[in-house]
């Protein structure tokens, strides 16, 4: 049972656009999110985090909003670049829990030039 | 500034083989996590180390598997007798503590059970 989905395996934007990469989770104990890129034959690296307490967290191109009544976030990017073309997996935890993440199975995003 | 570090990154072994994936966390990390990754799936988590408390290990898929952490820094994780469905990216993350602390991956090691 996913307790994160990530329900588009893939997504294609032009250069420029807005890139929108959504996540569900199901568990209401999940009070922090963040959002990993991945690019082949490399480990995940951190991208942004958001916890429960907020509804919005912006870093320069990337924004993450959370909408906890609906357990759904998304990670926002503008304007994409084709450096953003990469696997991004949503993540999940439980801050009073011991703390391992939950991870979706992530979106592959192609950026066109 | 290194960060963490797998070794080895690639490893083929025939099926009933033992394996053992070497971990080096980033200096200071208390906190030390064993992933891996099947062909077109997420991470799935096997195991947690935080400081000297006893690991968590609610992820590790049987008893063939285990993993130890030896003076708070470097891990090993540990197959034995190596099934197919082994295949996989076993990543290695750490982090400050274990919480609100985002996970600083290795590259990982491609694990290849022939």
């Known amino acids: 049972d996913q307790q994160v989905k990530q329900n588009s395996p893939s997504l294609s934007v032009q250069e420029g656009r807005i890139s929108i990469l959504n996540c569900d989770y199901t568990?209401?104990?999940?009070?922090?999110f963040l959002w990993y890129k991945k690019y082949p034959a490399e480990g995940p690296t951190f991208l942004i985090s958001?916890?429960?307490?907020?509804d919005k967290n912006e870093d320069g191109r990337f924004t993450v909003f959370l909408n906890k009544s609906a357990k759904h976030l998304s990670l926002h990017i503008v304007p994409s670049q084709p450096g953003d073309s990469a696997v991004y997996f949503c993540?999940?935890?439980?801050?009073?829990?011991?703390?391992?993440?939950?991870f979706g199975k992530g979106t592959k995003l192609s950026v066109k030039p | 500034g290194a960060g963490v570090s797998q070794s080895p990154s690639n490893k083929v072994t025939e099926k009933g083989k033992d394996v053992e994936l070497r971990c080096d966390p980033i200096?200071?990390?208390?906190?030390l996590y064993w992933y891996r990754q099947s062909l077109g799936q997420g991470l799935e988590f096997l195991i947690y180390?935080?400081?000297?408390?006893?690991?968590?290990k609610s992820g590790l898929p049987s008893d063939r598997f285990s993993a130890e952490r030896t003076g708070g820094s470097v891990s090993t994780l540990t197959i034995q007798r190596t099934q197919q469905e082994d295949s996989a990216v076993y990543l290695c993350?750490?982090?400050?503590?274990?919480?609100?602390?985002?996970?600083?991956f290795g590259n990982g090691t491609r694990l290849t059970v022939t």
């Open positions: 993350a750490s982090s400050l503590n274990r919480n609100a602390s985002p996970l600083h």
């Open positions: 568990n209401s104990m999940f009070d922090y």
């Open positions: 958001i916890s429960s307490i907020k």
């Open positions: 993540a999940a935890s439980a801050l009073g829990s011991q703390g391992n993440l939950i």
């Open positions: 200096s200071g990390h208390t906190a």
């Open positions: 180390f935080q400081g000297n408390s006893a690991p968590d």
